[in-house]
């Protein structure tokens, strides 16, 4: 069967029927483009252009907002030579690409470098900031990852041949590639555009010279298409406007079957079924492009998987732009053109910018910041920006979804993937949930609520799909990868069920989180049966800890949902089962958790110093032993009382007090380090908020104001300099801008360290992430704002409608007036709709109530404004160690 029939009629003469949009070819946007000037202030005129009542004071808010956001800010490492155990903050991770909030297409640029490795950590985003090369750009990327996925469907413009001649050469010598090199000051991005000016070069014994030509690319996105425009600039007669479209090296993995065909002279299709993180990813596209490319010469690999096109009707010296429109799917070629078709259309590129800009401004602007410096606004609303990057779509525009139970079916031509009938909710993948749980999503219950239904939802038809018994873990497309431990999705739907935001039928939730927490695999039959995961794998010690939390989430839900205490107090009953990794005996005065093995003896040669991932989570003792977050009561007990509590969490921050790793083995996980706490992955998030539940919130203010002005910084700071090596020192004062893109300080894993430091710069955090108990910090701005969206009830179909968001507003002052400073960091009173507080906590009912919270800030630590505060908060009704006999329970 060819093509042409298998898309049908009428998908071809929509196929044929867009428009051109060639661009400027005089001097002056060649001058423009060497000089690094297309781009933002360009997208902000035609922004401005389809923006109703210019003048306004909210669209002003908004394009302020909009240029605080530097998608560029991740991108960078400080350490270019130190060690990877060096503890220094960057490797963020990031990409720097296009896209629209929770987008299935995240379009941007791949690297590569002649120095650094051309795989590995660093890379899992495809864009490294040392490279110098980009090998094209594809349109789906994780963002913040330490594992490598995405990078389907890519495209790179040249100048340079692309006959067969050329192309013999480039098969005969496997050295010859096509890159183009290209420098950071010709390159930038903003929320939903990325741009960069270039220079067609081969790397090896290439068979062209193409020095001194140059290309400007600019990308946009819609959820489920990525618009491209390529700029040429030749400098030598007989130099063509060339494309190379390619299905092969996905990020971190291989293509194991794929094809790209012509449709007709401006548009080709194709698909690519790849394995890295996900397996047997399909990705199925649609190009159209706005000139003709000459298909008597479109030449192709041998495998099928590059397609090299040169533009019809050239001539000397020509110039001139190409746009590219891409519509992608995870199901067929068929369903990429529908998707193109719903989101482009007869749109321009300008015009989709435009349409992604004021997507952007509309999240953003649920939280307006004032006061501050420019540098903190652009750190906050960047951080805020990529908290909306993931979970992402997997459905198509219709609704339809590809699921964890669909096939690739390869016995049609061209291929397609089984898919499912539109839910009524946008089904979505990306769930990196060990990390997210924490604080990203928490975050989203506030700004995004809108989302969490549909997040809820997606997770039990996965469930339902996945034939494995449990929840997912970490879904990324059509797969379920079970990356990192516990299960996750567990705390992520008991706070969506808690705050009212999920019309999930309560029985689908409780039969999920049940079945689940009866599982077997990941050493959940040890638990079960012994109370605690045996020493030697599944992270033993961490993954202990994560099932007692997931039980006791699993148990507040049972509760909140009238259940008999009979059905949910065994859960509440095992979650003290984190109790069985805690070893009271005293270790140079302290007391930690440990691995116990199968005869339910502590390990021999304990470390508490080493960090490593056989036992705990990437972490090690001096930081998993706080990983407690359902019962404070009990492990401040445990600790030997408050005072004890306190110097060993001083103890872990303590410089001195070094982090190792186990065996000397090292791994790059544990960055942005300050004695044992790294700022830099998840399980250290919490230990700066942990003071507040024993009563000190001066020291928690103080811990967290140092962490965002040291690890989230745009400048150099003087912990860099102690930290760095000397190369990396020397490199880092010669290239600001790579200072400005490591200021995350560590794999931003889908948003959670952006969500850390969003709640944080607000003066809060969600210490216990299920419950909606959000407790303070210090606030880095004079005011903030939040418009909260609130349910409001149930409409027909199973969507919650919402109302007219409710406003809350957070100020922060000294005394006298002044701003919070770095000085001014301690908080000495605080209240709600001018009621003192005293308490250092709120809740997210108050928050969403609306109202007024108001900090009194100073230079002096202060705790006297909860010291009548009785150490519980909401959640303590149902602390384990409150209200259980205690003890470890079997299977409920």
């Known amino acids: 069967m060819k093509l042409r029939y298998v898309l049908g009629i009428g998908c071809l003469a929509a196929l044929s029927g867009w428009g051109s949009d060639q661009g400027s070819t005089d001097a002056s946007v060649l001058a423009k483009a060497n000089a690094a000037e297309v781009g933002f202030s360009q997208g902000d005129q035609s922004n401005q252009g389809n923006q109703n009542d210019q003048g306004s004071q909210e669209n002003a808010v908004k394009r302020s907002i909009l240029h605080s956001v530097d998608p560029m800010i991740g991108t960078a490492n400080l350490d270019i030579n130190a060690p990877w155990n060096s503890g220094v903050r960057g490797h963020g991770h990031v990409y720097p690409g296009a896209t629209v909030p929770f987008g299935m297409v995240q379009l941007g640029p791949d690297t590569t470098g002649t120095t650094t490795p051309s795989s590995g950590w660093d890379r ?67 929320a939903g555009y990325y741009r960069v000016l270039m220079s067609p ?66 548009t080709i299709a194709g698909w690519e079924i790849t394995n890295n993180w996900a397996s047997n990813k399909p990705t199925y596209f649609v190009a159209r492009f706005s000139k003709a490319f000459d298909r008597k010469n479109v030449a192709f690999s041998a495998d099928g998987y590059r397609a090299y096109l040169t533009f019809a009707g050239n001539g000397n010296y020509a110039g001139g732009s190409v746009t590219v429109e891409v519509g992608i799917s995870p199901s067929s ?144 497309a059509q797969t379920e990868t079970f990356t990192m431990a516990g299960h996750p999705s567990i705390p992520m739907i008991a706070d969506a069920y808690l705050k009212h935001l999920t019309s999930a039928s309560v029985d689908d939730i409780w039969t999920a989180l049940t079945t689940t927490q009866s599982a077997s695999a990941h050493g959940f039959d040890q638990y079960r049966q012994r109370g605690y995961v045996f020493a030697g ?29 009979a059905e949910y107090r065994p859960y509440l009953q095992r979650s003290l089962n984190y109790r069985n990794v805690f070893n009271t005996t005293l270790n140079n005065g302290w007391r930690f958790a440990q691995p116990k093995d199968a005869q339910g003896n502590w390990l021999a040669g304990f470390d508490p110093t080493a960090a490593e991932k056989t036992n705990f989570s990437e972490s090690n003792s001096w930081v998993d032993t706080w990983n407690i977050f359902h019962d404070f009561p009990g492990l401040v007990a445990l600790l030997g009382g408050k005072a004890q509590f306190v110097a060993q969490l001083d103890r872990t921050f303590e410089p001195a007090n070094q982090l ?27 230990l700066p908020y942990l003071y507040d539940v024993v009563g000190m919130p001066s020291k928690t203010q103080d811990r967290v104001r140092s962490v ?81 969206p609130v349910a409001t009830g149930e409409a027909s179909g199973g969507k919650l409608q919402f109302g007219a968001p409710r406003r809350f507003t957070i100020t922060a002052h000294t005394a006298s007036g002044g701003a919070p400073s770095s000085v001014n960091r301690f908080v000495q009173s605080v209240s709600l709709n001018g009621t003192p507080l005293h308490r250092p906590y709120i809740t997210y009912d108050e928050m969403k109530a609306g109202g007024t919270l108001v900090f009194v800030m100073g230079a002096t630590p202060n705790d006297a404004w909860i010291g009548q505060w009785d150490g519980q908060d909401p959640n303590s009704a149902l602390a384990p160690s409150l209200v259980s006999n205690g003890g470890s329970a079997g299977n409920p």
């Open 124 to 190: 899992s985003p495809g864009y490294l900031y040392d490279d110098t090369y980009i090998t094209g750009f594809s349109h789906t990327h994780l963002s913040g990852t330490g594992v490598g996925s995405g990078g389907e469907v890519r495209f790179l413009p040249t100048l340079a041949p692309v006959d067969k001649a050329t192309l013999a050469k480039v098969a005969a010598d496997s050295s010859i590639t096509y890159n183009a090199s290209f420098k950071h000051d010709d390159e930038s991005a903003s």
């Open 537 to 565: 794998a599944n992270s033993a010690v961490s993954t202990t800890q994560d099932y007692s939390f997931d039980d006791w989430a699993t148990a507040v839900v049972g509760k909140a949902a009238g259940k008999g205490t």
């Open 201 to 266: 070069q081969g790397t090896g014994n290439t068979p062209w010279n193409v020095q001194g030509t140059k290309v400007f690319a600019e990308m946009t996105a819609t959820a489920h298409a990525g618009v491209q425009r390529y700029t040429y600039f030749p400098n030598t007669a007989g130099q063509q406007q060339n494309m190379i479209v390619s299905i092969d090296q996905p990020i971190g993995g291989t293509t194991s079957s794929g094809k790209i065909v012509v449709i007709d002279a401006q």
């Open 708 to 788: 965002m002005d040291d690890m989230y910084s745009l400048t150099l700071t003087a912990g860099d300099r102690g930290t760095l090596s000397g190369d990396s020192l020397r490199a880092a004062q010669g290239d600001p801008r790579r200072v400005r893109d490591s200021a995350v300080p560590g794999n931003d894993d889908c948003g959670q360290l952006s969500a850390w430091y969003v709640l944080s710069a607000l003066g809060m955090y969600s210490l216990n992430p299920v419950g909606g108990v959000f407790y303070f910090g210090t606030p880095l701005f004079e005011e903030a704002t939040i418009d909260v």
């Open 333 to 476: 070629i068929a369903d990429a053109q529908a998707n193109l078709a719903a989101e482009v259309g007869a749109k321009s590129f300008d015009q989709v910018r435009a349409s992604a800009e004021r997507d952007w401004a509309t999240v953003l602007g649920r939280i307006r910041v004032k006061g501050g410096t420019p540098d903190q606004q652009t750190m906050f609303y960047t951080s805020l920006y990529r908290t909306m990057l993931a979970p992402t779509l997997y459905n198509n525009a219709d609704g339809s979804y590809v699921g964890t139970d669909s096939t690739n079916d390869s016995t049609t031509s061209p291929p397609t993937t089984s898919k499912h009938a539109n839910p009524g909710f946008d089904y979505s993948s990306t769930f990196s949930l060990w990390d997210t749980f924490r604080a990203e999503s928490p975050l989203m219950t506030l700004v995004q609520p809108e989302r969490m239904d549909g997040w809820v939802k997606s997770l039990l038809t996965q469930f339902r799909q996945n034939g494995k018994g449990e929840l997912p873990v970490w879904p990324l």
């Open 660 to 686: 190792t790793f186990l065996g000397n083995q090292g791994f790059p996980d544990l960055t942005g380090r300050i004695g044992q706490y790294f700022a830099g992955n998840e399980p250290a998030n919490h």
